[in-house]
């Protein structure tokens, strides 16, 4: 059983940056594939980033690429978005998800074993 507790969330200027973080429960940890998702009311949870236990390859969404940056911190059992040049489309409840032993990096939801229950980001215009 894997807990997923997120922090860091909060309100930021548009172009302002933020960094959420995730830690985790338990062992598996370091096994574990990690990822982001967002959901903005209204829509539906989609995939922002995930970063591998292996090799540490990351992915990320289209909407995101060279703005946010997954990494993570093994022996903290700590996993971080750092989002930079912000925009008000980026609000949403922000989830942290594990995926226990993968080889790829799933983007859909129902890749993942283990959820958190969300930070808020807001991003003013």
């Known amino acids: 059983q894997v807990q997923l507790v997120e922090s860091g969330g909060g309100l930021v200027q548009a172009g302002g940056s933020l960094r959420v973080s995730c830690t985790a429960s338990g062992r598996t940890f370091g096994t574990a594939v990690m990822g982001w998702f967002r959901q903005a009311p209204g829509e539906e949870r989609g995939f922002v980033a995930g970063?591998?236990?292996?090799?540490?390859?990351?992915t990320y969404g289209d909407s995101v690429k060279g703005r946010f940056t997954i990494s993570r911190d093994n022996a903290r059992n700590t996993v971080y978005l750092q989002m930079n040049s912000l925009k008000p489309e980026d609000t949403g409840v922000y989830y942290c998800?594990?995926?226990?032993?993968?080889?790829?990096?799933?983007?859909?939801?129902?890749?993942?074993?283990?959820w958190g229950r969300g930070t808020q980001v807001t991003v003013s215009s």
């Open positions: 970063i591998g236990w292996r090799d540490r390859r990351t």
């Open positions: 998800a594990a995926k226990c032993l993968a080889i790829m990096v799933p983007t859909a939801n129902g890749g993942y074993d283990y």
